[in-house]
């Protein structure tokens, strides 16, 4: 299996719920990341997940609280979310953290935020 | 801030041309990497270069870096209509910050039937 599977790839919610985006992939690797992207703009790095350790952009409002349950999985909690945040987010994986890896990337959840 | 800068922003061409699009990025680097992006879906890999290395080939692709300019380039030969995507520089391993990629702008190529 090699690939990054995103699940739901639509979501709708309100400003007041509380809904999670769920990433797994089952290709070993040991790093994962979160990324943010807007129409037409670049993907933003929001979290990533490197041997067990978490790395946080500072930018990233608290609203987002990512959750590694297993090596395998990462989910994105999302509460109290704001228009603005609408988006599609992304989700990848690489085989070690560090630098010069390949990263592997889902097909996305597009977020809409009413 | 955005680490690389894509230019042309767009570019379209006829099928069969060859396709140059540049990025440019401000600090150093260990790595840089392109990865292609269809019509808001996930991104592919397509090529990585070494801050050691100047030019690398894969297929119908050639990429290369230049470091003194902080610059690279991407061309893809006999473009085809399935090329039409984003096209997205990448750099790691810079400002010191968490793993993870640094995006430029991108360039939105678009092929001509």
Known sequence: ?????QTPKHLVMGMTNKKSLKCEQHMGHRAMYWYKQKA??????MFVYSYEK????ESVPSRFSPECPNSSLLNLHLHALQPEDSALYLCASSPWGGWGNEQFFGPGTRLTVL | SQQGEE?????????GENATMNC???TSINNLQWYRQNSGRGLVHLILIRSNE???HSGRLRVTLDTSK???SLLITASRAADTASYFCATDGSGGGADGLT???GTHLIIQP
């Open chain 1, 1 to 5: 299996d090699t690939e990054v599977t």
């Open chain 1, 40 to 45: 037409k703009k670049p993907p933003e790095l």
């Open chain 1, 54 to 57: 978490l790395s946080i952009n």
């Open chain 2, 7 to 15: 230019d042309p922003q767009a570019l379209s061409i006829q099928e």
């Open chain 2, 24 to 26: 440019s990025y401000k």
């Open chain 2, 54 to 56: 100047r030019e690398k």
């Open chain 2, 70 to 72: 902080k610059s690279s």
């Open chain 2, 103 to 105: 995006f430029g702008k």
